[in-house]
Protein backbone atom coordinates (compact mmCIF):
# COMPACT_ATOMS: atom_id res chain seq x y z
CA UNK A 1 0.00 0.00 0.00
CA UNK A 2 1.12 3.11 -1.01
CA UNK A 3 2.50 5.68 2.23
CA UNK A 4 0.26 8.93 1.87
CA UNK A 5 2.69 11.92 4.04
CA UNK A 6 1.28 14.85 6.16
CA UNK A 7 2.15 17.55 3.36
CA UNK A 8 0.18 15.60 0.78
CA UNK A 9 -2.95 15.25 2.68
CA UNK A 10 -2.58 18.74 3.30
CA UNK A 11 -2.53 19.53 0.00
CA UNK A 12 -5.22 16.97 -1.21
CA UNK A 13 -7.80 18.65 1.30
CA UNK A 14 -6.86 22.24 -0.23
CA UNK A 15 -8.08 21.57 -3.71
CA UNK A 16 -10.98 19.42 -2.41
CA UNK A 17 -12.01 22.13 -0.70
CA UNK A 18 -10.82 24.78 -3.49
CA UNK A 19 -12.05 24.31 -6.89
CA UNK A 20 -10.65 27.84 -7.89
CA UNK A 21 -7.29 26.83 -6.51
CA UNK A 22 -7.33 23.43 -8.14
CA UNK A 23 -8.02 25.33 -11.72
CA UNK A 24 -5.19 28.72 -10.73
CA UNK A 25 -2.51 25.56 -10.14
CA UNK A 26 -3.57 23.24 -13.23
CA UNK A 27 -4.14 26.25 -15.87
CA UNK A 28 -2.10 29.35 -14.45
CA UNK A 29 -2.33 30.48 -18.03
CA UNK A 30 -5.97 30.30 -18.13
CA UNK A 31 -6.89 31.85 -14.90
CA UNK A 32 -4.48 34.83 -15.56
CA UNK A 33 -6.60 35.20 -19.17
CA UNK A 34 -9.66 35.21 -17.52
CA UNK A 35 -8.39 38.01 -15.20
CA UNK A 36 -7.81 40.01 -18.41
CA UNK A 37 -10.73 39.59 -19.54
CA UNK A 38 -12.57 40.40 -16.63
CA UNK A 39 -10.61 43.82 -16.48
CA UNK A 40 -11.61 44.73 -20.27
CA UNK A 41 -14.95 44.39 -19.82
CA UNK A 42 -15.35 47.72 -18.52
CA UNK A 43 -17.11 49.72 -20.84
CA UNK A 44 -15.22 52.83 -22.58
CA UNK A 45 -17.54 56.16 -23.69
CA UNK A 46 -17.02 56.51 -27.17
CA UNK A 47 -18.68 58.83 -29.97
CA UNK A 48 -19.08 58.27 -33.45
CA UNK A 49 -18.20 61.57 -35.17
CA UNK A 50 -17.82 63.30 -38.41
CA UNK A 51 -17.55 60.52 -41.42
CA UNK A 52 -17.05 62.32 -44.54
CA UNK A 53 -17.60 61.12 -48.08
CA UNK A 54 -14.33 62.58 -49.84
CA UNK A 55 -15.51 60.80 -53.48
CA UNK A 56 -17.28 61.82 -55.93
CA UNK A 57 -19.68 59.78 -55.55
CA UNK A 58 -23.85 61.07 -54.61
CA UNK A 59 -22.21 64.72 -54.47
CA UNK A 60 -24.02 67.45 -56.46
CA UNK A 61 -24.51 70.88 -56.11
CA UNK A 62 -27.73 70.87 -54.44
CA UNK A 63 -26.13 68.92 -51.40
CA UNK A 64 -23.51 69.72 -48.87
CA UNK A 65 -21.55 68.24 -46.62
CA UNK A 66 -24.34 67.66 -44.10
CA UNK A 67 -26.69 66.11 -46.72
CA UNK A 68 -24.22 63.53 -47.94
CA UNK A 69 -25.94 60.56 -47.84
CA UNK A 70 -23.04 57.94 -48.24
CA UNK A 71 -21.15 59.58 -45.00
CA UNK A 72 -24.53 59.15 -42.97
CA UNK A 73 -24.38 55.77 -43.82
CA UNK A 74 -21.46 54.76 -43.06
CA UNK A 75 -21.69 56.62 -39.29
CA UNK A 76 -24.66 54.66 -39.08
CA UNK A 77 -23.53 51.31 -40.01
CA UNK A 78 -20.44 51.98 -38.04
CA UNK A 79 -22.49 53.13 -34.51
CA UNK A 80 -24.30 49.82 -35.04
CA UNK A 81 -21.42 47.73 -35.45
CA UNK A 82 -19.80 49.44 -32.36
CA UNK A 83 -22.68 48.99 -30.03
CA UNK A 84 -23.27 45.41 -31.17
CA UNK A 85 -19.71 44.37 -29.87
CA UNK A 86 -21.44 45.34 -26.81
CA UNK A 87 -17.56 46.59 -25.17
CA UNK A 88 -18.45 50.25 -25.18
CA UNK A 89 -20.81 52.68 -24.55
CA UNK A 90 -21.75 54.77 -27.99
CA UNK A 91 -22.93 58.01 -28.00
CA UNK A 92 -23.81 59.66 -31.02
CA UNK A 93 -22.29 62.91 -32.17
CA UNK A 94 -23.22 63.42 -36.43
CA UNK A 95 -26.64 64.63 -34.86
CA UNK A 96 -25.51 66.39 -32.06
CA UNK A 97 -27.20 69.71 -32.87
CA UNK A 98 -30.31 67.77 -32.59
CA UNK A 99 -29.85 65.98 -29.27
CA UNK A 100 -29.07 69.49 -27.96
CA UNK A 101 -32.20 70.79 -29.13
CA UNK A 102 -34.15 68.08 -27.74
CA UNK A 103 -32.35 69.02 -24.56
CA UNK A 104 -33.20 71.93 -24.00
CA UNK A 105 -36.97 71.42 -24.96
CA UNK A 106 -37.51 68.57 -22.31
CA UNK A 107 -34.89 70.71 -19.44
CA UNK A 108 -32.24 67.77 -19.15
CA UNK A 109 -28.68 68.47 -18.66
CA UNK A 110 -25.99 68.64 -20.86
CA UNK A 111 -24.10 66.34 -23.23
CA UNK A 112 -21.93 63.59 -21.86
CA UNK A 113 -18.34 63.41 -22.56
CA UNK A 114 -16.55 60.58 -24.15
CA UNK A 115 -12.93 59.05 -24.02
CA UNK A 116 -12.48 58.22 -27.23
CA UNK A 117 -14.02 60.19 -30.57
CA UNK A 118 -14.35 57.98 -33.44
CA UNK A 119 -14.17 59.81 -37.12
CA UNK A 120 -13.64 58.70 -40.64
CA UNK A 121 -14.02 59.37 -44.48
CA UNK A 122 -14.83 57.32 -47.18
CA UNK A 123 -12.00 57.77 -49.63
CA UNK A 124 -13.23 55.35 -52.05
CA UNK A 125 -16.45 54.40 -53.99
CA UNK A 126 -17.70 53.24 -57.51
CA UNK A 127 -20.07 50.90 -59.18
CA UNK A 128 -19.71 48.78 -62.41
CA UNK A 129 -21.57 46.79 -64.27
CA UNK A 130 -20.84 43.89 -66.34
CA UNK A 131 -23.46 42.54 -69.08
CA UNK A 132 -22.96 39.33 -71.30
CA UNK A 133 -25.59 38.34 -73.93
CA UNK A 134 -26.10 35.45 -75.95
CA UNK A 135 -28.25 34.05 -78.18
CA UNK A 136 -30.62 32.49 -76.09
CA UNK A 137 -29.26 34.16 -72.31
CA UNK A 138 -28.15 37.36 -70.75
CA UNK A 139 -26.47 37.99 -67.85
CA UNK A 140 -26.16 41.14 -65.93
CA UNK A 141 -23.78 41.41 -62.58
CA UNK A 142 -23.36 44.51 -60.27
CA UNK A 143 -20.68 45.37 -58.14
CA UNK A 144 -20.14 48.40 -55.93
CA UNK A 145 -16.83 48.70 -54.02
CA UNK A 146 -15.88 50.88 -51.16
CA UNK A 147 -13.02 51.65 -49.10
CA UNK A 148 -12.91 53.62 -45.82
CA UNK A 149 -10.35 55.24 -43.15
CA UNK A 150 -11.09 55.28 -39.72
CA UNK A 151 -9.23 57.37 -37.05
CA UNK A 152 -9.54 56.83 -33.36
CA UNK A 153 -8.85 60.36 -31.37
CA UNK A 154 -7.72 61.30 -27.26
CA UNK A 155 -10.88 63.70 -26.75
CA UNK A 156 -8.03 65.10 -24.44
CA UNK A 157 -5.39 66.20 -26.25
CA UNK A 158 -6.60 66.01 -30.17
CA UNK A 159 -4.17 63.32 -31.06
CA UNK A 160 -5.21 60.33 -33.18
CA UNK A 161 -3.39 57.33 -31.65
CA UNK A 162 -4.74 54.81 -34.26
CA UNK A 163 -5.83 54.76 -37.93
CA UNK A 164 -6.97 51.94 -39.95
CA UNK A 165 -8.57 51.17 -43.98
CA UNK A 166 -10.62 48.91 -44.85
CA UNK A 167 -12.40 47.84 -48.23
CA UNK A 168 -15.45 45.57 -49.36
CA UNK A 169 -17.62 45.17 -52.54
CA UNK A 170 -20.75 43.53 -52.63
CA UNK A 171 -21.85 41.89 -56.15
CA UNK A 172 -25.41 40.66 -57.97
CA UNK A 173 -25.99 38.43 -61.34
CA UNK A 174 -29.05 38.10 -62.92
CA UNK A 175 -29.71 35.77 -65.38
CA UNK A 176 -32.47 35.11 -68.08
CA UNK A 177 -32.78 32.06 -70.63
CA UNK A 178 -35.13 32.22 -73.36
CA UNK A 179 -36.86 35.45 -71.63
CA UNK A 180 -37.47 32.95 -67.86
CA UNK A 181 -35.51 34.02 -65.31
CA UNK A 182 -34.57 37.04 -62.71
CA UNK A 183 -34.06 41.21 -63.93
CA UNK A 184 -32.54 43.45 -61.37
CA UNK A 185 -32.75 46.98 -62.50
CA UNK A 186 -30.30 49.36 -60.37
CA UNK A 187 -29.66 48.15 -56.96
CA UNK A 188 -29.12 50.37 -54.13
CA UNK A 189 -29.12 47.88 -51.08
CA UNK A 190 -25.06 47.45 -52.67
CA UNK A 191 -24.22 50.52 -51.32
CA UNK A 192 -24.85 49.64 -47.98
CA UNK A 193 -23.43 45.93 -48.39
CA UNK A 194 -20.43 47.40 -49.50
CA UNK A 195 -19.99 50.10 -46.90
CA UNK A 196 -20.83 47.04 -44.44
CA UNK A 197 -18.31 44.81 -45.77
CA UNK A 198 -15.24 47.68 -46.23
CA UNK A 199 -16.56 48.62 -42.07
CA UNK A 200 -16.10 44.85 -41.28
CA UNK A 201 -12.87 44.88 -42.58
CA UNK A 202 -11.29 47.17 -39.90
CA UNK A 203 -14.01 46.69 -37.04
CA UNK A 204 -12.22 43.79 -35.03
CA UNK A 205 -8.84 45.88 -35.49
CA UNK A 206 -10.38 48.93 -33.87
CA UNK A 207 -12.72 47.17 -31.30
CA UNK A 208 -8.72 45.48 -29.86
CA UNK A 209 -7.49 49.16 -29.97
CA UNK A 210 -10.33 50.62 -28.09
CA UNK A 211 -10.26 47.97 -25.45
CA UNK A 212 -6.27 48.60 -24.93
CA UNK A 213 -7.51 52.37 -23.74
CA UNK A 214 -7.35 52.28 -20.04
CA UNK A 215 -10.96 52.51 -18.20
CA UNK A 216 -11.33 55.00 -15.19
CA UNK A 217 -14.20 56.86 -13.53
CA UNK A 218 -14.37 59.08 -10.92
CA UNK A 219 -15.43 59.76 -7.44
CA UNK A 220 -19.05 60.91 -6.73
CA UNK A 221 -19.08 61.14 -2.86
CA UNK A 222 -17.49 59.83 0.18
CA UNK A 223 -19.35 59.14 3.25
CA UNK A 224 -19.47 57.00 6.30
CA UNK A 225 -17.12 55.01 4.87
CA UNK A 226 -18.94 54.45 1.42
CA UNK A 227 -17.07 55.47 -1.76
CA UNK A 228 -20.00 56.24 -4.50
CA UNK A 229 -18.74 56.00 -8.07
CA UNK A 230 -20.05 56.96 -11.24
CA UNK A 231 -20.41 53.87 -13.47
CA UNK A 232 -22.71 50.37 -13.11
CA UNK A 233 -23.82 47.77 -14.59
CA UNK A 234 -24.29 49.09 -18.17
CA UNK A 235 -19.74 50.08 -17.95
CA UNK A 236 -19.65 45.96 -16.47
CA UNK A 237 -19.45 46.68 -12.94
CA UNK A 238 -20.71 44.26 -10.66
CA UNK A 239 -20.85 43.67 -6.99
CA UNK A 240 -17.99 41.61 -5.67
CA UNK A 241 -15.29 43.34 -8.00
CA UNK A 242 -12.51 45.55 -6.72
CA UNK A 243 -10.76 48.55 -7.93
CA UNK A 244 -8.42 51.42 -7.22
CA UNK A 245 -8.28 54.77 -6.38
CA UNK A 246 -5.40 56.69 -7.33
CA UNK A 247 -4.25 60.30 -7.21
CA UNK A 248 -3.67 61.60 -10.85
CA UNK A 249 0.41 62.91 -10.71
CA UNK A 250 1.30 66.40 -11.58
CA UNK A 251 0.71 67.46 -15.40
CA UNK A 252 4.27 68.61 -17.12
CA UNK A 253 4.29 70.28 -20.15
CA UNK A 254 7.39 68.78 -22.30
CA UNK A 255 9.97 71.07 -23.63
CA UNK A 256 10.79 68.42 -26.35
CA UNK A 257 7.09 67.12 -27.70
CA UNK A 258 5.07 70.07 -26.32
CA UNK A 259 2.23 67.79 -24.95
CA UNK A 260 1.20 67.84 -21.33
CA UNK A 261 2.31 65.09 -19.92
CA UNK A 262 1.23 63.53 -16.65
CA UNK A 263 3.24 62.24 -14.50
CA UNK A 264 1.92 58.27 -12.85
CA UNK A 265 -0.50 58.51 -10.52
CA UNK A 266 -0.17 57.23 -6.81
CA UNK A 267 -2.17 54.70 -5.31
CA UNK A 268 -4.22 56.02 -2.22
CA UNK A 269 -7.06 52.71 -1.63
CA UNK A 270 -8.22 49.55 -3.08
CA UNK A 271 -12.40 49.64 -2.41
CA UNK A 272 -14.70 46.89 -3.85
CA UNK A 273 -18.24 46.89 -4.95
CA UNK A 274 -21.40 46.44 -2.81
CA UNK A 275 -24.14 47.65 -4.35
CA UNK A 276 -25.01 49.02 -7.73
CA UNK A 277 -27.88 51.82 -8.00
CA UNK A 278 -29.17 53.76 -11.11
CA UNK A 279 -31.95 52.86 -14.04
CA UNK A 280 -29.70 54.11 -17.00
CA UNK A 281 -26.29 53.49 -18.48
CA UNK A 282 -25.76 57.59 -17.73
CA UNK A 283 -27.88 57.77 -14.26
CA UNK A 284 -26.26 54.37 -12.90
CA UNK A 285 -23.60 54.19 -10.19
CA UNK A 286 -22.07 52.12 -7.61
CA UNK A 287 -21.55 51.95 -3.79
CA UNK A 288 -17.81 50.22 -2.85
CA UNK A 289 -16.64 49.84 0.65
CA UNK A 290 -12.89 50.89 1.17
CA UNK A 291 -10.59 47.20 1.74
CA UNK A 292 -7.69 48.85 2.09
CA UNK A 293 -6.21 52.97 2.40
CA UNK A 294 -8.40 55.64 3.17
CA UNK A 295 -10.04 58.63 1.69
CA UNK A 296 -11.73 61.58 3.11
CA UNK A 297 -15.04 62.03 3.53
CA UNK A 298 -16.56 64.40 1.08
CA UNK A 299 -15.88 64.81 -3.23
CA UNK A 300 -11.81 64.69 -2.83
CA UNK A 301 -10.14 66.80 -5.83
CA UNK A 302 -7.50 64.78 -7.56
CA UNK A 303 -8.75 60.94 -6.97
CA UNK A 304 -10.35 58.70 -9.55
CA UNK A 305 -11.08 55.28 -10.08
CA UNK A 306 -9.17 52.70 -12.08
CA UNK A 307 -9.96 48.77 -12.73
CA UNK A 308 -8.34 46.29 -9.99
CA UNK A 309 -5.08 44.45 -11.31
Known amino acids: MMKVTGTAKLLAVALAVSPLALTALSHPAQATMQE???????????????????????????????????????SDILSTMLTEADRFLVFERPDISRIEREQR????????????????????????????????????TQVARATVTIRLVDVKTGLVF????????????????????????????LDDQALSAAISDVINELVGKLGDRPWRTDILQVQGGNVYISGGQHQGLKVGDRLKVV???????????????????????????????????????????????????????????????
Open 247 to 309: KAGEVIKSGQSGFDIPLPPTPVAEIQITQLFGETEVTEGSVAKIVSGSIEDGRPEGLYVVAGE
Open 162 to 189: HSATGSGESTTTTKTVLGVGSTAEYDTT
Open 36 to 74: AEAAKNLKLKIAVGRFSNETQYGKSLLRDQDLDPLGKQA
Open 105 to 140: VSGDSGVIGVDTLVVGSVVEFGRATDGKRGLFNRKK
